[in-house]
């Protein structure tokens, strides 16, 4: 296998509205941002590949749209995924392994605001048991939240101190949606939105974009000098019938992390794509985080979690932080779908 | 560059307008078993699953390989999608090759498919944006344009569309899973048919169709 890196990042402010941009335009600032910090072009990177959905955009083929923000002319080999831009950056690293490109550009976006979130999400289930009932994300959590309650794996006093640990952090984050100091028992004491789940249980919803640049071997070295290395980058899936999984266990992360080679080394820095509070705590035991691992200094999903992009977010925030010499191994996870359907999960490291 | 990649089974479904007798799951189920039967193999044999399609709002789905996990037996592995738009046919074919060539996977699993009878492929591709010119206008009233252009630049005959529609119309007779049968066909009655889109015309145009295709990508030494 080739050794991929992560040379460069950029992200726009994670917003509740972003009104008045369109996608094109939200995006093009952060791709000039993260080029013009690498002093290339894009006639410097050999592929492309974004992550986005059409259902948050509400029009067919919307990326298409979007790749006028990347300036594919003369044409760009380019691919898309419908999806987190975490699965972009993994189509990336194969095309990189295959030889085919040594340096490939990979970004996500998702505009949460112009729609009912919950409700379109509903539209990832199955269209003939579950579709028609349209159960939508926030009610679909609370079950996995209940089922964890009643597991004992978790207290709901537990969670909220995972939602003020995670809003405090997202402070010293300038792209965060929401941060601050919370007290627990004052949020306790607030009314639920959808049992057992209160407000800062649930992310905020946000509006944003985020790319990064991958490159291999040498050409990493050339344009940076602290490239955070992809030691293991691994995905798996989960049944999609809710009845026939154990919501308060992930068997997709557990597989990804044990074949990305997460306990290989000492984990300084976690990033957890968990927009819901128990999320973090199954996602901790199914990564096998021991607990004193730094959990989301970034605050995670609960302090932005712009649809699409939170999951290469957090590989985002982890390379920046090997970049920067604060961690030198950790690792960054992204999910897909409700209760953690997909999973994938990436192992970073300084050189 | 890098390991050497084989098709060694594709199957597909009958295409038609409707396949009214199959859920989502069960269109892609009948060609991927094809595949894998094609392929002497059974789901456990495959490492991972990349599923392809265009845009969701063509079944009102949204990112159907969730809903597709336990249907193409990707549970516990890999499970990608592919949506590069009307291209997404062979870039997923791309995608799942380069998780064979990159040696990332042995043996790997690609189904695209459309069942676009759940929705309304019209209103899919009509729907507004703000700011900009609503058309209803559909995949045909977007390409005339070019083509009346290339056909002004190149000199192509008027009449190459009803060419091609004739070769492939007939061509499909033969073929057992084609969804449009239409031994009667002439060069006169695709001239005749309604014109949709100038210069396209309606038996110029392809149909609507529900179906699945599959194929089982496969290392040398699988191959072998």
Excluded at chain 1, 31 to 60: I, N, P, R
Aim: net charge negative; glycine share 8%; hydrophobic share 45%.
């Amino acid at each position: 296998m080739r050794d991929v890196a992560v040379v460069g990042t950029a992200q726009s402010a994670h917003a509740r509205r972003i009104d008045d941009r369109n996608e094109v335009e939200m995006l093009m600032p952060v791709l000039q941002e993260l080029k013009d910090g690498l002093g290339v072009t894009q006639a410097d990177l050999d592929f492309t590949c974004s992550g986005s959905t059409d259902y948050l955009a509400g029009q067919g083929f919307s990326f298409v749209g979007t790749l006028d923000g990347v300036g594919p002319y003369p044409p760009i080999s380019e691919s898309h995924v419908e999806a987190d831009g975490a699965w972009a950056l993994y189509e990336a690293w194969v095309k990189i392994q295959t030889g085919a490109a040594d340096t490939a550009l990979v970004y996500s976006y998702g505009k949460s605001s112009p729609g009912e979130l919950p409700r379109v999400l509903s539209r990832q289930l199955d269209p003939y048991y579950y579709g028609p009932l349209w159960p939508d994300s926030l009610s679909l959590a609370a079950l996995q939240t209940r089922a964890l309650l009643d597991s004992g794996k978790a207290t709901e006093r537990g969670l909220a101190e995972i939602a003020v640990r995670s809003r405090a952090a997202a402070k010293d984050n300038p792209f965060a949606t929401v941060s601050g100091d919370f007290d627990v028992d004052e949020i306790l004491a607030e009314d639920h939105l959808v049992a057992p789940l209160r407000k800062h249980d649930c992310p905020p919803l946000s509006d944003g974009a985020v790319a990064v640049v991958l490159a291999a071997d040498g050409r990493a070295r050339e344009l940076t000098e602290n490239p955070a290395w992809i030691r293991g980058v691994e995905h798996r899936i989960d049944v999609h019938a809710l009845g026939l999984r154990d919501l308060t266990d992930s068997p997709s992360t557990r597989l990804a992390a044990e074949a990305a080679g997460v306990s290989d080394g000492p984990v300084d820095v976690a990033e957890l794509h968990a927009p819901f509070t128990a999320q973090e705590v199954i996602l901790r035991e199914a990564m096998g985080l021991s607990d004193d691992v730094d959990v989301n200094p970034s605050g995670g999903a609960l302090a932005a979690n712009t649809m699409m992009a939170a999951g290469l977010v957090r590989i985002v925030e982890v390379a920046n932080r090997i970049a920067a010499g604060t961690a030198r191994r950790g690792v960054a996870h992204a999910t897909s779908g409700h209760c953690l359907q997909q999973n994938l999960v990436c192992v970073l490291e300084a050189s | 560059m890098g390991e050497r990649v084989a098709v060694v089974g594709c199957g597909q479904t009958r295409h038609q307008a409707t396949r009214g007798d199959v859920s989502i799951a069960g269109l892609v189920r009948e060609a991927a078993m094809r595949a894998l039967e094609d392929a002497g193999m059974t789901w456990a044999d495959i490492d991972a699953v990349v599923v392809g399609k265009a845009p969701d709002f063509f079944e009102g789905l949204m990112m159907p390989e969730l809903y597709l996990a336990e249907a193409l037996g990707a549970v516990g592995k890999p499970m990608l999608r592919v949506h590069t738009a009307g291209s997404v046919g062979g870039s997923t074919a791309i995608v799942a090759s380069s998780l064979v060539s990159s040696g990332v996977h042995k043996r790997v699993l690609t189904v695209a498919f459309e069942k676009q009878s759940e929705s309304e492929a019209m209103w899919a591709l009509s729907l507004p944006v703000p700011f900009s010119q609503k058309l209803v206008a559909g995949a045909g009233g977007f390409f005339a344009p070019h083509i009346r252009a290339y056909m002004r630049r190149s000199g192509a005959p008027e009449d190459t569309g009803i060419l091609v529609a004739l070769k492939d119309r007939l061509n499909a007779c033969k073929n057992p899973f084609a969804h449009l049968h239409q031994p009667h066909i002439t060069y006169e009655s695709i001239r005749d048919s309604m014109m949709l889109w100038d210069p396209i015309r309606y038996d110029e145009t392809c149909p609507s169709s529900d179906g699945a295709f599959a194929m089982v990508l496969a290392d040398e030494a699988t191959g072998d």
